[in-house]
DNA sequence: CCGGCCATGTAATGTGTTACATGATTTA
DNA sequence: TAAATCATGTAACACATTACATGGCCGG
């Protein structure tokens, strides 16, 4: 039913234009290499597909299975393409869970916001080595992409590192501001 | 018609729990001081707050404005803000167009990258001001939720360090990796 | 031969914004 | 007195996920 936005076109065409494949496999390569910075699912995608095929931006043929089709760009394509990543940039305003938890946190009480940042930290610590791995990757394989591809890695780096670093000052500042809270005994 | 959602009411509640105010003032404190990581339209906010109210959560008395209420948190309201705190934190998945288009920059070519980055500094750099006026004000005001407060203000000041540092970074890569493309002249 | 993955697709549902409608109050 | 801001609220729309349904293929 919903029509996907133009946005899910970008994702779609980007990553067709780099190698071509399956929807399925579309999904993976999105998660896997975009997923620090955008998500797509199938029921964006399929459809997705099914609309730049009616309009001749991606071509399909059989894939190796009965069931599967082989994605990929056709000229017209990669001019849409080009279009669409000069269209203006139109955000969903932010939405922080964590952040959200943490600013209330007086309420919530300091060892739940420690575990918190404990959380923090292990997701960074994990989304991190992907991105290293990811990095190393991208260099070896040497393609026309890679110089786009490693910003947009080194900016995930970056934010990791910065927010692991915050976590330590932040569990330091929280255990300073209430001392004696985490280890009081409820009388 | 659409039931706001848990998320909305942390921030409502929480918001109100800082000070009593007005739906209008509400939307306006959250887009201020929560800004950088979350937000509220009216049309989450009125809903919300009628529901609140009807809950017992939250009391409206007149504002000083004919059509005006002034709402504030019951001992329930707290109680129910401290058990959504402790709910599992549920965010939707990333989607950041900034990164989309960076991705696939080869086609969009290097001119409109380094624009897209030129706006990514204005941008970050008006934000860091901003950050770092609220963190002056909040430790002058002495609030008991001021080290909460701090904390998420640091994230925020420290993303848009590593964000500036980066753009830096990222203009010198992609002016190296392209060196004569945004200087020749179209034949 | 069965469990898990590959593969496609649709319907229901949730979530949230934008646009609209209305009117009071303040300020220039 | 006109424009801007304060103030509340609803309806329509846009966007995406989740759950469901279906079936082929492969390894143990």
Do not use: K
């Not at 779609?12 to 975009?34: F, H, K, T, W």
């Not at 305003?93 to 916001?113: A, K, V």
């Amino acid at each position: 039913m919903a029509a996907p936005t133009p946005t899910t076109d970008i994702a779609v065409l980007g990553a067709l234009s780099v190698e071509p494949m399956s929807g399925y496999e579309l999904r993976g390569a999105i998660q896997d290499v975009l997923g620090h910075f955008w998500s797509e699912s199938f029921g964006q995608i399929y459809p997705a597909l099914n609309r730049l095929r009616e309009q001749g931006l991606v071509a399909a043929r059989p894939g190796e299975r009965a069931s599967s089709s082989v994605y990929s760009v056709t000229a017209q394509g990669r001019a849409r393409l080009s279009e669409l990543l000069s269209s203006p940039i139109r955000d969903r305003p932010p939405r922080n869970g964590l952040m959200l938890r943490l600013f209330f946190g007086r309420h919530l009480g300091l060892d739940q916001c420690l575990a918190l940042l404990d959380e923090t930290e292990a997701a960074n610590r994990a989304q991190l080595a992907h991105l290293r791995d990811t990095q190393t990757e991208v260099e070896r394989e040497n393609l026309p992409d890679a110089p786009y591809f490693l910003i947009t890695i080194d900016l995930g780096i970056r934010t990791c590192e910065a927010t692991l670093e915050w976590v330590d000052d932040a569990r330091e500042r929280l255990r300073g501001a209430e001392p004696a809270a985490s280890t009081r005994p409820r009388r």
